[in-house]
């Protein structure tokens, strides 16, 4: 019946084709020989094809092989399909039957299709593969097609001391690269992974003697950076110094002392692991200068002396100070010479480094603290000398040394002795300058050559008012005379005479004043008629002198604040130089040196026994004791020398101050006395 229907199937085709074509019959029809003997399958009895693989199949006449039309059938199309063209695609592994059957079922043809995965392609997921040093992996390739089975695999290393591979498991073994290479059993299809292997640094050290090294300036060496483990893969060194100045690191590790100083060396892996090691660059003291090689300082004075090392960047920069006779000045550990008495000494300064030294000569003065001339300034001849005399305060101050200047050397010239020389006309200031910084002017004027008066010619009768300065009206012949002339008072009780050459009337009258030259070779008369102060015109007087009075006193205050600030500024410095020492008065250091010298006295009798005694241990012990006992003692000895000096200095600056308090007051007086003489009228 299924071979009835098959047919039946055939043929309905055929009966359609037929009735909807025209009359000519197809060649297939008509040219198709019969059947005869039977038919055969082209491929044989047995065909084999892979998965989705196609293969096309024909059935031959057995008589001549001429091709026939048959029908085509497969017995399991789950495993292969056949279309009925012959047409057979693999579906699945298996094995299936295809048939063949004449349109007519007079014959049949048979054969066994087996179908089988056939290998196409291997890759690998990955073409690159990295792997630290004895790692494992498993490399895994694609088949394609996906579902093939049964497929022999062979696997190979290029380089086994990189990796070595066994059924795809791939081992590192060394670092490097290599190829990792799976072929199918034909050959034909091959994959390569590309596998590189690394080791990873773990730790890195510095191949130094020490944390720490020493080198001298100008020196070079380069450092070893040990990588852990040793053959670790491209660890990335990269070298830095935290003082560059001080030594300076290369790409290499080479370093090179650059200053003196210390500076850390320190070198990075790739992954960030470090070592580092401090370098100490040596740089020796070579030499040492003052800033001053010969000073002069007064009694209670300072001066800082600034000592420079060289080279500037030597590693050890201390220095020790030390004077020749520290009564006559004490230094300190800083260089801050302070006078203590007159004299000259050796101030010197020594390295630690090298113990080298450098000195300045100090001379202590008993200096002035003011200077001045005998007069603020004057006149000079053009082509005359003078001599500039200073008047020292205090009366007992010792010579200083000055320094000469004039302001303007064009009008003047002034030598180291104090000569002036005037050159043209002109003003210049004189100045003289003590190593103290204490200072004196004298203004001075350069005149014409003097040409002598001949006469004088006054007004004849003045009236003026008490109190009311006035100015006399002078001509002097000839016109182009420079000698100067001079003003007096026949009575100065009634008239006074300024020293600027005016007169101040002081009470009601009639005087005569008398105008002559400055060589008495000519004079001449004026008669001055005085009229009294109104009451009014005297309360407007007395209140000005009011106003003058307080002036001056307040001026006399502040130059009692002023010398109180100057000595007390001194007193402290030698207050603090006291508060250094190990003790501030003589009981203290009495007391002191007795405990002291009674320990020395004990410390020399348990050494004396211990020499006895043959105790080495402990003669070292006492002798270490009495040592430093002695070296306590001089060092208070030294203490009370410095002390007791400038105990003296205080109490000499503490007199000075009283002296000078003294001469302000006088001063005062002096200037109160001159202000009632000014104002005499009112009194």
Same mark, same amino acid.
């Given at each position: 019946?299924?071979?009835?229907?098959?047919?039946?199937?055939?043929?309905?085709?055929?009966?359609?084709?037929?009735?909807?074509?025209? &009359?000519?019959?197809?060649?297939?029809?008509?040219?198709?020989?019969?059947?005869?003997?039977?038919?055969?399958?082209?491929?044989?009895?047995?065909?084999?094809?892979?998965?989705?693989?196609?293969?096309?199949?024909?059935?031959?006449?057995?008589?001549?092989?001429?091709?026939?039309?048959?029908?085509?059938?497969?017995?399991?199309?789950?495993?292969?399909?056949?279309?009925?063209?012959?047409?057979?695609?693999?579906?699945?592994?298996?094995?299936?039957?295809?048939?063949?059957? !004449?349109?007519?079922?007079?014959?049949?043809?048979?054969?066994?299709?087996?179908?089988?995965?056939?290998?196409?392609?291997?890759?690998?997921?990955?073409?690159?593969?990295?792997?630290?040093?004895?790692?494992?992996?498993?490399?895994?390739?694609?088949?394609?097609?996906?579902?093939?089975?049964?497929?022999?695999?062979?696997?190979?290393?290029?380089?086994?001391?990189?990796?070595?591979?066994?059924?795809?498991?791939?081992?590192?073994?060394?670092?490097?690269? #290599?190829?990792?290479?799976?072929?199918?059993?034909?050959?034909?299809?091959?994959?390569?992974?590309?596998?590189?292997?690394?080791?990873?640094?773990?730790?890195?050290?510095? &191949?130094?003697?020490? &944390?720490?090294?020493?080198?001298?300036?100008?020196?070079?060496?380069?450092?070893?950076?040990? +990588?852990?483990?040793?053959?670790?893969?491209?660890?990335?060194?990269?070298?830095?110094?935290?003082?560059?100045?001080?030594?300076?690191?290369?790409?290499?590790?080479?370093?090179?002392?650059?200053?003196?100083?210390?500076?850390?060396?320190?070198?990075? !892996?790739?992954?960030?692991?470090?070592?580092?090691?401090?370098?100490?660059?040596?740089?020796?003291?070579?030499?040492? #200068?003052? &800033?001053?090689?010969?000073?002069?300082?007064?009694?209670?004075?300072?001066?800082?002396?600034?000592?420079?090392?060289?080279?500037?960047?030597?590693?050890?920069?201390?220095?020790?100070?030390?004077?020749?006779?520290?009564?006559?000045?004490?230094?300190?550990?800083?260089?801050?010479?302070?006078?203590?008495?007159?004299?000259?000494?050796?101030?010197?300064?020594?390295?630690?480094?090298?113990?080298?030294?450098?000195?300045?000569?100090?001379?202590?003065?008993?200096?002035?603290?003011?200077?001045?001339?005998?007069?603020?300034?004057?006149?000079?001849?053009?082509?005359?000398?003078?001599?500039?005399?200073?008047?020292?305060?205090?009366?007992?101050?010792?010579?200083?040394?000055?320094?000469?200047?004039?302001?303007?050397?064009?009008?003047?010239?002034?030598?180291?002795?104090?000569?002036?020389?005037?050159?043209?006309?002109?003003?210049?200031?004189?100045? *003289?300058?003590?190593?103290?910084?204490?200072?004196?002017?004298?203004?001075?004027?350069?005149?014409?050559?003097?040409?002598?008066?001949?006469?004088?010619?006054?007004?004849?009768?003045?009236?003026?008012?008490?109190?009311?300065?006035?100015?006399?009206?002078?001509?002097?012949?000839?016109?182009?005379?420079?000698?100067?002339?001079?003003?007096?008072?026949?009575?100065?009780?009634?008239?006074? +005479?300024?020293?600027?050459?005016?007169?101040?009337?002081?009470?009601?009258?009639?005087?005569?004043?008398?105008?002559?030259?400055?060589?008495?070779?000519?004079?001449?008369?004026?008669?001055?008629?005085?009229?009294?102060?109104?009451?009014?015109?005297?309360?407007?007087?007395?209140?000005?002198?009011?106003?003058?009075?307080?002036?001056?006193?307040?001026?006399?205050?502040?130059?009692?604040?002023?010398?109180?600030?100057?000595?007390?500024?001194?007193?402290?410095?030698?207050?603090?130089?006291?508060?250094?020492?190990?003790?501030?008065?003589?009981?203290?250091?009495?007391?002191?040196?007795?405990?002291?010298?009674?320990?020395?006295?004990?410390?020399? *009798?348990?050494?004396?026994? *211990?020499?006895?005694?043959?105790?080495?241990?402990?003669?070292?012990?006492?002798?270490?004791?009495?040592?430093?006992?002695?070296?306590?003692?001089?060092?208070?000895?030294?203490?009370?020398?410095?002390?007791?000096?400038?105990?003296?200095?205080?109490?000499?600056?503490?007199?000075?101050?009283?002296?000078?308090?003294?001469?302000?007051?006088?001063?005062?007086?002096?200037?109160?006395?001159?202000?009632?003489?000014?104002?005499?009228?009112?009194?």
């Amino acid at each position: 019946m299924k071979k009835i229907c098959i047919f039946l199937c055939l043929l309905l085709p055929l009966f359609l084709f037929a009735a909807c074509g025209d &009359d000519e019959q197809s060649p297939d029809a008509t040219d198709k020989a019969p059947v005869e003997n039977g038919i055969k399958i082209d491929l044989g009895d047995a065909v084999t094809v892979g998965v989705n693989e196609t293969k096309q199949l024909s059935a031959l006449n057995r008589k001549d092989n001429s091709k026939t039309t048959v029908i085509w059938s497969s017995s399991d199309p789950s495993i292969v399909a056949v279309d009925y063209d012959g047409l057979l695609t693999g579906i699945s592994d298996g094995s299936a039957v295809i048939t063949a059957t !004449t349109p007519d079922e007079a014959y049949t043809a048979t054969c066994t299709v087996t179908v089988s995965s056939v290998l196409t392609n291997i890759v690998f997921e990955n073409a690159n593969v990295g792997m630290e040093k004895g790692t494992e992996i498993t490399l895994t390739p694609i088949l394609t097609p996906a579902n093939i089975t049964n497929v022999k695999l062979t696997w190979m290393s290029d380089n086994p001391k990189v990796a070595t591979v066994k059924d795809g498991v791939v081992t590192a073994v060394g670092n490097g690269s #290599t190829s990792i290479i799976v072929s199918d059993e034909s050959g034909l299809h091959t994959a390569v992974c590309t596998v590189t292997v690394t080791t990873t640094v773990t730790g890195v050290t510095l &191949d130094v003697e020490s &944390d720490t090294i020493t080198m001298s300036k100008g020196d070079s060496r380069t450092l070893a950076a040990n +990588v852990i483990p040793a053959d670790a893969s491209d660890p990335g060194l990269t070298w830095t110094s935290n003082m560059p100045d001080i030594v300076e690191v290369s790409a290499n590790g080479t370093i090179t002392a650059k200053a003196g100083g210390a500076a850390n060396i320190t070198v990075t !892996t790739a992954n960030g692991l470090q070592a580092s090691c401090t370098v100490v660059v040596n740089s020796p003291v070579v030499g040492i #200068t003052l &800033d001053q090689t010969e000073v002069v300082i007064g009694v209670g004075e300072t001066l800082q002396l600034v000592a420079t090392i060289d080279p500037a960047d030597a590693n050890l920069q201390d220095v020790s100070w030390g004077c020749s006779d520290l009564s006559v000045v004490n230094v300190d550990n800083t260089g801050a010479l302070l006078g203590l008495k007159t004299g000259t000494v050796e101030v010197t300064v020594t390295t630690i480094d090298g113990n080298l030294t450098a000195t300045c000569t100090v001379t202590v003065i008993n200096a002035a603290t003011e200077i001045t001339f005998d007069s603020e300034g004057g006149d000079l001849e053009i082509g005359k000398m003078m001599q500039l005399i200073p008047i020292l305060t205090p009366d007992d101050a010792d010579t200083p040394v000055l320094t000469w200047l004039s302001s303007n050397p064009a009008v003047a010239t002034v030598d180291e002795y104090g000569n002036v020389t005037a050159l043209a006309l002109g003003e210049s200031v004189i100045t *003289a300058t003590a190593t103290n910084g204490v200072t004196a002017t004298y203004n001075l004027r350069v005149v014409e050559l003097e040409i002598k008066i001949d006469k004088i010619i006054v007004e004849g009768i003045l009236s003026v008012k008490v109190a009311r300065n006035f100015n006399l009206g002078v001509s002097l012949l000839p016109a182009n005379c420079t000698e100067g002339y001079v003003i007096t008072s026949l009575d100065p009780a009634m008239l006074r +005479v300024n020293s600027d050459g005016s007169l101040t009337p002081l009470k009601a009258g009639v005087t005569t004043v008398i105008v002559s030259s400055k060589s008495g070779a000519v004079t001449e008369k004026c008669v001055v008629s005085i009229d009294a102060l109104t009451d009014a015109e005297r309360e407007e007087l007395s209140q000005e002198y009011a106003q003058k009075e307080a002036e001056l006193l307040q001026e006399h205050n502040d130059n009692i604040a002023s010398i109180t600030a100057k000595y007390d500024a001194q007193l402290a410095k030698i207050d603090e130089i006291i508060a250094k020492l190990s003790i501030s008065s003589q009981t203290e250091y009495e007391t002191k040196r007795a405990d002291l010298n009674t320990r020395l006295v004990d410390a020399q *009798a348990d050494l004396d026994q *211990a020499i006895v005694d043959g105790d080495q241990q402990m003669i070292a012990v006492h002798t270490a004791t009495r040592d430093a006992l002695q070296e306590q003692i001089n060092n208070l000895d030294k203490d009370w020398t410095t002390l007791s000096l400038l105990l003296k200095n205080r109490e000499d600056n503490l007199t000075a101050k009283s002296n000078e308090l003294a001469n302000e007051d006088a001063r005062y007086l002096t200037a109160q006395n001159k202000l009632k003489a000014e104002y005499a009228f009112l009194f």
